[in-house]
Nanobody, 126 residues
């Protein structure tokens, strides 16, 4: 059974930065793709970023491209999301997700992922 635990969320002013972490346990972390999604109040969950099994490929939602960076450390079983130039519209609960395999398609679809963390709240004040 895979478990994913996010951390690093909090309250930050617009223009600030946060770094989210997602620690995985119970599986072979280096064997599967990972992603971050987010869900704002009253809105559907949306894709944020994806990273391949070895970190060699990344893919971002247009809304976060350039500002956010996804990375992973397979030795630490952890995936990260560095968020810079944060905007109030980035306010949401952020979830990490484990891909169903080392390569998933489409990377932006939630059905490509089979395990989810409990989420961490990110609030950006204006």
């Amino acid at each position: 059974q895979v478990q994913l635990v996010e951390s690093g969320g909090g309250l930050v002013q617009a223009g600030g930065s946060l770094r989210l972490s997602c620690a995985a346990s119970g599986g072979t972390f280096g064997s599967y793709a990972m992603a971050w999604f987010r869900q704002a109040p009253g809105k559907e969950r949306e894709f944020v970023a994806h990273i391949g099994w070895n970190g060699g490929s990344t893919f971002y939602a247009d809304s976060v491209k350039v500002r956010f960076t996804i990375s992973r450390d397979n030795a630490k079983n952890t995936v990260y999301l560095q968020m810079n130039s944060l905007k109030p519209e980035d306010t949401a609960v952020y979830y990490c997700a484990k891909g169903k395999s080392s390569i998933v398609y489409p990377p932006s679809f939630s059905r490509s992922y089979d395990y989810w963390g409990q989420g961490t709240q990110v609030t950006v004040s204006s």
